[in-house]
């Protein structure tokens, strides 16, 4: 069996999730291995921690101890956004190949030097948009693909959650603007990476960035303020190179939303609806003539919806979240193996991230911007 060494840059949530992930991967991925060999955190404790919870081999308190590290093949970044690039890019000067949690980077000429590095170098990416891993939404690609819902006429996306909702939380990296934008970054990308797998290209943009707590506190508990210059609320129109329109909202104070990730694809004969609170199952409908019987039915994941049968052999008991991360870093490790991507790689979080860029300057200019 082949070992791949992996170098893990971050203990937080998403740190953590990617150790699970890395770990469950290894159960499912066959002839090649992922072995956990060092994690990384500026907090000794956590770092330690980190290691003897997941059965990492070593720790340290310096990341760049893993990218000079002989034993490994795969730097997974889950750093604060604004330290993406440093890594990654030192991490593909050393041969490395780079997971990469969204966003990539605080705007598109940054990600798009990443990308450059990387296709000179020869290293895989995949950048962290997990929530595409389901296999109910590459059911739904394949659906529109097939013209079940007939002519596309329009999308409608939300990623609204409330973590941000009390203006008592203090000042954080996620207001950094060193980082990028705000909310249209964090949770849009999200969504906007989720629209552009199911329909393609957005070819123009026009978007309105609200600010609603203009300033926090600098620390817990402090009475000393510091202004906020990053979008709580982003409103975008879009119009897709494929013909049809749509609108999107990205919101982190979005209060009593947990993680209203979610969309609907409407079409000439039929039309999808999907909401990430309940992501094993979406909502179908296809209009067959006949009166009263007219509405939407329910598809449930099971086991026919790969790679749901690596999980479970039964329909209906549900993946959760670290399967869906589970899922990305299996077709990460297959990417690396067969030497063909299966993304979203850092070519897709370019595209992604042009499209923030593009809403930045939208509200900024009160107009529409093509792509």
């Not at 604060?80 to 980077?105: D, S």
């Not at 070819?203 to 926090?216: G, M, Y």
């Not at 979080?349 to 042009?354: K, L, M, S, T």
Request: net charge negative; charged share 20%.
């Amino acid at each position: 069996m082949q070992k791949i060494g992996i170098g893990l840059i971050g203990t937080g949530f998403m740190g953590k999730s990617h150790a699970r992930a890395w770990r469950a991967a290894a159960t499912l991925s066959g002839d090649i291995q992922p072995v956990l060999i060092s994690v990384a955190d500026i907090d000794a404790a956590a770092a330690e921690s980190a290691a003897q919870q997941f059965g990492f081999m070593r720790w340290t308190q310096r990341w760049q101890d893993l990218i000079d590290d002989p034993d490994i093949d795969v730097i997974s970044i889950t750093s604060p956004n604004r330290f993406h690039a440093e890594q990654a890019l030192a991490a593909i000067a050393a041969g490395k190949h780079v997971h990469c949690e969204k966003p990539l980077a605080p705007d598109s000429e940054t990600a798009e030097r990443m990308r450059l590095a990387a296709e000179k170098a020869g290293v895989f990416t995949q950048v962290g948009f997990n929530y595409i891993k389901n296999p109910l939404l590459k059911l739904a690609r394949q659906m529109i693909a097939n013209g079940d819902l007939g002519e596309i006429t329009g999308f409608r996306g939300i990623h609204a959650e409330d973590f941000m909702a009390d203006p008592a939380i203090p000042w954080s990296w996620r207001l950094d603007p060193a980082g990028g934008a705000g909310a249209v970054a964090d949770l849009g990308s999200h969504i906007l990476g989720m629209a552009r797998f199911l329909l393609g290209p957005v070819s123009e943009v026009f978007a309105d960035l609200d600010t609603v707590i203009k300033a926090r506190p600098e620390s817990a508990g402090s009475r000393v303020l510091k202004p906020v210059e990053v979008d709580d609320i982003a409103r975008l129109t879009l119009r897709f190179a494929r013909g049809c329109g749509g609108h999107i909202e990205a919101n982190w104070v979005a209060t009593g939303h947990k993680m209203q990730l979610g969309f609907e694809v409407t079409g000439t004969q039929g039309a999808l609806s999907f909401n990430q609170e309940r992501f094993n199952e979406i909502q179908y409908f296809r209009y067959d003539g006949t009166s009263g019987l007219n509405g939407f039915k329910t598809l449930v994941a099971g086991p026919e919806h790969a790679p749901y049968g690596l999980f479970c052999p039964a329909p209906g008991h549900q993946l959760g979240f670290n399967d869906l991360k589970t899922i990305e870093m299996l077709e990460f490790i297959q990417s690396i193996q067969r030497g063909d991507t299966q993304g979203p790689d850092f070519k897709e979080a370019v595209e992604i991230q042009r499209l923030v860029d593009a809403a930045v300057r939208s509200s900024a200019e009160r107009n529409w911007i093509a792509l």
